[in-house]
């Protein structure tokens, strides 16, 4: 193992058992044998410390969802995602809490990761007519909301003792953003057409020959992004 990747498994450790939630650079360099020097030489300053270490910590849960096959229903991933989401930050709470604090100035890589692969799940379910509102939109709703009952958890359990919240507002917010598939009649026709200009939009690359000039392309886009967010105009 190389020096780097000592001091970050010395700091991922630290992280773990600290009442705090917080760890020292003088902490972590004893735990890895090297001087400060060195750790700063690696890192930059502690922010940029904390920033690999929570990179760390957060692809050994992001390793799974980039392993993890396929099933034939995407709503399913998208559950287990939500799910394994709120898992992972109750077996490493501080960790979670840095990875979202606005104290780290050093975003970690792995936040866009997870924004990235929640967002491929939704596109798969927006391609089959499944979204009440574009993938994109959908992805920043379930992450705010899966990270925010995460965060209230883990971060006030006497509030919130109960974990099942986490399963509550799943289903809350899922409603908001899916369709039933097949769509049952009783949907108010603007849920239609709003679904039928999503699923459009998120094929819209994929459409050969080519029948549109790339301007066509680009107005077409434009205007079934506003249907799937407002509706078609009165």
């Given at each position: ?21 917080d ?7 004893e ?27 957060w ?85 705010a ?10 971060s ?79």
């Amino acid at each position: 193992m190389d020096t780097r990747s000592s001091i970050i498994q010395a700091a991922a450790a630290l992280l773990a058992q600290s009442p705090s939630g917080d760890v020292s650079t003088r902490a972590v360099c004893e735990a890895a044998s090297v001087q400060q020097p060195v750790l700063y030489r690696l890192f930059g300053d502690k922010d940029g410390l904390l920033a690999a270490t929570i990179d760390h910590v957060w692809d050994q849960y992001l390793a799974g969802k980039r392993a993890a096959k396929k099933s034939e229903d995407p709503l399913s991933d998208l559950r287990a995602g939500w799910d394994n989401h709120t898992a992972f930050a109750l077996a490493n709470p501080n960790a979670y809490k840095l990875m979202f604090s606005p104290t780290l100035r050093s975003e970690p890589e792995a936040a866009a990761e997870a924004m990235r692969l929640l967002c491929e799940v939704l596109e798969r379910l927006a391609a089959q007519g499944r979204l009440r509102v574009p993938p994109g939109q959908a992805a920043r709703m379930v992450m705010a909301a899966n990270t925010g009952v995460a965060l209230a958890l883990i971060s006030r359990p006497s509030l919130y003792p109960d974990a099942h919240l986490s399963v509550l507002v799943r289903d809350a917010v899922y409603r908001t953003i899916l369709l039933d598939t097949p769509v049952p009649g009783d949907l108010r026709a603007d849920d239609v057409r709003k679904a039928a200009a999503t699923t459009l939009l998120s094929s819209l690359d994929e459409l050969t020959p080519e029948p549109l000039t790339s301007a066509e392309s680009a107005l077409l886009a434009q205007w079934l992004t506003l249907i799937a967010e407002f509706g078609p105009a009165d």
